[in-house]
């Protein structure tokens, strides 16, 4: 077991923070996440052109560290030293939370390991920041970052994840977006989603509908610019394509009680939605001979 006391640390060493960078607007940069990044020894950045932009927008002269997915395993040893040695950093990414999408998270665990302190600065988080204005169930909701690009890959997931009751955070490229959907309605049916793109910027854009509708009008407009899916979680109802081809009855009675709902409540519901007698998917999903 370990306790950090963030700020009433009795050893020698600094302190690794971890400060969130704006998603597109500068505006949204934190007064302590400006405050942090002058007071650090060094900045470790993901991209240091990028952080290099913000640092001047903000008149910061903090020295950087190159750190990102390519370097991290051999760059790792030494930021610990240089924490060791009682070097404050700050790990940013190019944009929002860090750990997310970069490497953050394994610099965090070395840290961890060797008795460093690791505080966390609040700041913007492109996936919360679009969950809540969705209008989608705000909780509980699941954040998955960036999905499988190939379709194979994209509908095992999807088949992992169709029963989940939460609403869905996805992460995608603009170019991705209508086949994404597309895969995802095969397996999760025709559920409302809202793609939301250019997040703070000029153009952001929320595009609120069922799948068809979306994948219609993107048809029609083509995304532009960083996109982020969120997609409503399994309401407990069967998909209405699904009906007719042969569903495992006792298998979807099962899937419901796994979500929390109690055996004869699910019985009854998936009878309903199939059609079949209550008293047949009773026997079936307790084995019993008619």
């Known amino acids: 077991m370990q306790v950090q006391k963030s700020f009433k640390s009795q050893t020698s060493y600094g302190t690794l923070y ?27 950045a993901e991209d240091t052109r990028n952080t290099g932009l913000l640092l001047k927008y903000f008149e910061i002269e903090t020295n950087q560290i190159s750190f990102h997915e390519h370097n991290a395993y051999e760059k790792i040893p030494g930021l610990i030293d240089l924490l060791k040695d009682g070097k404050s950093l700050a790990q940013v990414s190019d944009a929002g939370m860090p750990s997310i999408s970069d490497p953050g998270h394994d610099l965090v665990k070395e840290a961890i390991a060797n008795d460093i302190s690791v505080v966390a600065l609040p700041g913007a988080s492109a996936g919360i920041t679009a969950l809540i204005a969705s209008g989608l169930a705000p909780q509980p909701h ?6 499988p690009r190939k379709k194979g890959q994209q509908q095992a997931f999807f088949e992992e994840k169709k029963t989940y009751p939460e609403t869905q955070i996805f992460y995608e490229s603009p170019f991705r977006v209508a086949d994404t959907l597309a895969n995802m309605k095969e397996v999760y049916g025709d559920r409302q989603v809202v793609v939301v793109r250019e997040l703070t910027k000029l153009y952001e854009e929320y595009q609120r509908g069922t799948i068809s509708e979306i994948l219609d009008y993107i048809s029609e407009t083509p995304l532009k610019g960083e996109c982020l899916l969120i997609v409503s ?3 407990g109802e069967v998909a209405e394509e699904n009906l007719t081809s042969g569903v495992d009855a006792k298998k979807a009675v099962q899937e419901l009680i796994n979500q929390g709902m ?6 009854k519901k998936i009878a309903k939605n199939l059609g079949l007698l209550r008293q047949d998917v009773y026997n079936d999903y307790h084995g019993i001979n008619s």
């Open 233 to 235: 979680g399994n309401n």
């Open 18 to 44: 971890l400060v969130p960078t704006p998603i597109g607007n500068l505006q949204d940069m934190t007064f302590r996440s400006v405050q942090t990044l002058r007071d650090a020894d060094f900045i470790c």
């Open 142 to 147: 699941i954040f998955y970052g960036f999905l």
């Open 262 to 267: 109690k055996p004869n409540q699910a019985i």
